[in-house]
Every structure is written in C-alpha cells, then in structure tokens.
C-alpha cells in the first residue's frame, strides 16, 4: 500500500523476496526451532531445559507481530507462516508429550482438534486468496494452550506437582473452550 519509493529498508527487502524475507518471520522460525530444540530435551526427560527453551520460542512468536508491525512488513503470507509454525509447533508438542507420557492423551487430542481444524480453514483460504485473518478468540486459545502445554512440562520437572497440575488443567479446558468458540467464528465467517 505504500510506494516503493518510501518503502525503508525491511519492506525493501520484503518487496524484493515475495514478502518471504522479513525480521518477522525470522523471529517465526527462529522460535520454532527452540521449540524443536525444547522437545528433543523432553524427550531426553530434561523438563525443564525443554520447558524453558519452550517459553523462550513462544516469546519469539510473541515478538514476531510486533516484528511485522514495527517494520511495516506484515501481510498474509507472514500471518499464514505464524499460524503455520504455531500449528506445527503444537501438533509437534503434543506428541511429543504423548510419546514421553507428560500428559494424558485425551487431553492432548481436545487440545488438538480444533486447531487443527482452524489450521485447515485459513490454509484453504489462503489457497483461494481469500483475506482471513486470526481472531481474538482463536490468538487467546492458542496463548492458553501453549500456556498449558508449558505448564505441563514444568509440572513434570517439579516431580508431578498436583497443584500445579490442576492450575495447568483448568488452562487447557479453557483453551479447549476458547478454540472451538474461534473454530466457529472461521466456519461463519464469510467474504
């Protein structure tokens, strides 16, 4: 929206690489890859290096909207990869999880279920460019799920630790909750 002549340098470097190249989606893959990194220590049963390089990913994610925002960069491929890598990054994180038995499986599938199928709305419309954009109650999910998901691992690293257990619990009920409430805002939404 704005012209090549008053573009600064990061929507130069934007422009010049299809929107590909941008400190956002830096700070999008950058994270992703601690969050891998985090899995590999759990998996290792090293909780709480796995839960701590966890938190440091998810704040990379939090820092890359404000990324996009601050640079000028933002546009629907930076949206789509964000929402992508947090789809990835929780799918990874609940097998992972399931496979290294920090949390029970029932609660990692009502974890997973809607934003998988929130994953799958905005990944078809991109494909009909068609403007979807995350909602509130789709960025507050995902935030508890992430947050719960985390929880858990720190839990496991306190011993199994039943009160914190419980708070993390009534997190992910909310996330549930919060993520099949944004999944029917996607399935309304309409162009």
Do not use: C
Request: net charge positive; no cysteine.
């Amino acid at each position: 929206m704005i012209s090549a002549s008053k573009h600064n340098i990061w929507q130069r470097i934007a422009a010049a690489t299809a929107g590909i190249v941008t400190p956002a989606n830096a700070l999008t893959i950058i994270g992703g890859v601690l969050v891998v990194i985090g899995l590999l220590q759990i998996i290792d049963n090293n909780y709480l290096s796995g839960a701590s390089l966890l938190v440091i990913g998810r704040l990379l994610d939090l820092a890359d909207g404000w990324a996009a925002e601050s640079t000028g960069t933002k546009s629907p491929l930076g949206e789509l990869m964000d929402a992508t890598v947090d789809k990835l990054g929780t799918v990874a994180t609940v097998i992972v999880f399931f496979i290294a038995d920090v949390v029970s499986g029932w609660f990692l599938l009502a974890l997973l279920i809607p934003h998988i199928l929130i994953a799958i709305i905005a990944t078809i419309a991109f494909i009909k460019k068609r403007q979807i954009h995350p909602s509130r109650l789709g960025k507050l999910s995902m935030a508890a799920a992430w947050l719960s998901l985390i929880g858990f691992a720190f839990a496991k690293a306190a011993g199994d630790s039943n009160l914190l257990n419980f708070i993390v619990y009534a997190i992910l009920i909310a996330s549930v909750t919060m993520g099949v409430g944004a999944l029917l805002g996607y399935l309304r939404h309409k162009d």
